[in-house]
């Protein structure tokens, strides 16, 4: 149980474009989603909180306008990145814990490169 | 979140016990230490928790100190599937409770 999907896995696009990540809790309901991101050999940094049927919570430093958080349902979760360039290519990751007393489970991340 | 201190990295054979050490000496008292690992180009895996007692699962064992300053993740019979970075982070136990990843342990298990 508690399995978190991430589409896509691996993405490639031009620079200039915006591109949406989807964040799936396949077997439970999650009203909290996390979304993170990881430049290669660097730890995890988490972006933003998601709730759903409310506004994204954005850590200090991560330009709202830039990464769009929608969680429409209890069952996902959507990061776009808008306008997207080169800087923005990195490993993006999702979570979502089945309670509140459950551990977080992570999805199996996204590869973004921006040509 | 308390801060928490491990080891940049480690070795250990296969087959043999590995050992991965943790500090978190601010820890408050309602905070949980968890555990994670990340194997290369993949998401965080969930691993065990616990807050004062030692815990045990399928994937290792959480011995957590008397005092709460430190804790140490065992896998009992490291397999070279087990190569990754450890994560260790103190945080209250909940739903909307964000996790903040350190650089973790990396465990390499040899031949």
């Known amino acids: 149980g508690a399995v978190v999907s991430q589409h896509p896995s691996w993405v490639i696009c031009k620079s200039g474009t915006s591109v949406k990540i989807e964040c799936r809790s396949l077997?439970?309901?999650?009203?909290?989603m996390f979304w993170y991101r990881q430049f290669p050999k660097q730890s995890l940094m988490l972006m933003a909180t998601s709730n759903e049927g409310s506004k994204a919570t954005y850590e200090q430093g991560v330009e709202k306008d830039k990464f769009l958080i929608n969680h429409a349902s209890l069952t996902l979760s959507t990061l776009t990145v808008t306008s997207a360039h080169p800087e923005d290519s990195s490993f993006y990751i999702c979570?979502?814990?089945?309670?509140?007393?459950?551990?977080?489970?992570f999805g199996d991340g996204t590869r973004l490169s921006i040509l | 979140d308390a801060k928490t201190t491990q080891p940049t990295s480690m070795d250990c054979a296969e087959g043999r016990a590995a050992n991965l050490p943790c500090n978190h000496s601010?820890?408050?008292?309602?905070?949980?230490v968890y555990w994670y690992r990340q194997i290369h180009s993949q998401g965080p895996q969930y691993i065990i928790h616990g807050l004062k007692n030692n815990e045990t699962n399928e994937m290792a064992s959480l011995i957590i100190t008397e005092d709460r300053k430190s804790s140490t993740l065992i896998l009992p019979h490291a397999t070279l599937r087990d190569t990754a970075v450890y994560y260790c982070?103190?945080?209250?136990?909940?739903?909307?409770?964000?996790?903040?990843f350190g650089t973790g342990t990396l465990l390499a298990v040899q031949p």
């Open positions: 979570s979502a814990s089945s309670g509140r007393i459950q551990p977080q489970h």
């Open positions: 601010t820890i408050s008292g309602n905070e949980y």
């Open positions: 077997d439970f309901q999650a009203t909290t």
């Open positions: 982070i103190a945080t209250e136990r909940g739903a909307t409770n964000k996790l903040i």
